[in-house]
Each structure stands twice: as C-alpha cells, then as structure tokens.
Nanobody
Framework: QVQVVESGGGLVQAGGSLRLSCTAS????????MGWFRQAPGKEREGVSC????????YYADSVKGRFTISRDNAKNTLYLQMNSLKPEDTAMYYC??????????????????WGQGTQVTVSS
C-alpha cells in the first residue's frame, strides 16, 4: 500500500521561510518523479515544482522561481521543498505527489498517481 505523507507546514510571516518534507512508502521511490502542488481557497490546484526520479531535472512555476527549491533524498524516500521569501499569496494547502512522468517545462497533475493529504502553509502579511 502506497503512503505519501507531508509535513512541515505552518504559520509564518511574510519574508520568512519554511521547509516542507514528504515521505513516500510502498513504492520504489527512485522510479518516480515527485511533485509539489498547492491549492488556495477558492482556487484550482496548481503545480508548484517537480523533480525527476534521479534529481537531475527540476521544474518551477514562475510564481515561485528563485524562491523555492525542490530536492529529494532517494536513500530516505523523502522529498523536500525549501520555501524562502514567502508571500501571503503562497498561502495554500501544499500537496506532495508521486508520478511516472516528468517534463522540465511544465507539470500536469494527471501524471501523478499517488497523493498525500496535504500540509497547510499560511503566510501572514
């Protein structure tokens, strides 16, 4: 049984930082691309960042480029998202997902098979 669990969300002031983590079990972690998605109240879920199975390629949405860094530790079956210079518009539920496709230019949530329950990030102004 595949389990994907996010952690590290919380309340932070604008300009602050948070580091999200995601652990996945029940799958061969280094065979999967991993992605971070977010959904703000009243908005559609959007792709934030994704990383290739071996970490050799990454994608970032324009809204987070230069502020967020995705990484993975395949030995620990763990995915990370370092979020710096946070803005109130980054407030959302953040989801981690595992999928079998990767593209350096965009991310499509339909590629992702396994999803976590999400971790809330709230940025106050």
């Amino acid at each position: 049984q595949v389990q994907v669990v996010e952690s590290g969300g919380g309340l932070v002031q604008a300009g602050g930082s948070l580091r999200l983590s995601c652990t996945a079990s029940g799958l061969t972690f280094d065979h999967y691309a991993m992605g971070w998605f977010r959904q703000a109240p009243g908005k559609e879920r959007e792709g934030v960042s994704c990383i290739k199975w071996d970490g050799s390629g990454t994608y970032y949405a324009d809204s987070v480029k230069g502020r967020f860094t995705i990484s993975r530790d395949n030995a620990k079956n763990t995915l990370y998202l370092q979020m710096n210079s946070l803005k109130p518009e980054d407030t959302a539920m953040y989801y981690c997902a595992a999928g079998r496709s990767y593209n350096a230019n965009y991310v499509d949530e339909q590629w992702y098979n396994y999803w976590g329950q999400g971790t809330q990030v709230t940025v106050s102004s």
